[in-house]
């Protein structure tokens, strides 16, 4: 009887921690707030010589963000939403947790005002969480307009590094 109860215990103890487990998505859940650093190279055709390309490199480009990060309809995705200061838009994309630090994003589409020049990109993206520092990296492809040629079309290639800390009651 005695052992019997004990295995019983122990099947209850069991299944109370399987129930409690944390589920992959719940470390991210919250309010994430820092920069994101962008290092894009634009060129353009030269509108002085026919069939010249102009290769821009632009100093980095460093933003303000802020992000929220909510549960997925399945235990491994999370869903970020950015709203990008001085616009309208919102972003809602959703992410893959491969490990229980890594998200993968996939291919994000984002429509952006960059120093200057209106780009729409292609970000295929990448995040990490380490206590509490959500960072997010990838390279961008896009085309776009320069604010002194708006007639020409440029193209956009570079890489987006963004480090972001998770706020809590007293960085908020």
């Known amino acids: 009887m005695k052992k019997s109860l004990i295995i019983a215990l122990c099947c209850i103890t069991v299944l109370f921690a399987a129930c409690k487990k944390e589920k992959p ?18 060129s ?3 509108p002085m ?3 010249q390309t102009v290769i821009q490199e632009v100093d980095d480009v460093t933003l303000p963000m802020e992000i ?16 990008p200061e001085d616009q309208e838009k919102t972003y809602t994309f959703t992410g893959t947790i491969l490990k229980p630090e890594v998200v993968d994003f996939g291919t994000v589409t984002v429509s ?7 780009v729409n990109a292609d970000v295929d993206m990448t995040g990490t969480l380490v206590n509490d520092i959500f960072s997010m990296s990838g390279t961008l492809n896009g085309t776009g307009y320069a604010p002194l040629f708006p007639d020409i079309p440029i ?12 706020q809590t009651e007293t960085t908020k």
């Open 49 to 51: 010589v026919q069939g």
């Open 44 to 46: 353009f055709e030269n």
């Open 112 to 118: 952006e005002v960059i120093d200057g020049y209106t």
């Open 68 to 83: 929220n990060i909510t549960a997925g309809e399945a235990d491994d995705q999370i869903i970020v939403t950015y709203k």
């Open 155 to 166: 193209s956009m290639t570079g890489t987006l590094n963004a480090i972001l800390n998770k």
């Open 25 to 42: 998505y719940e470390k991210y859940l919250g309010n994430y707030k820092g920069s994101c650093l962008i290092d894009p190279t634009i």
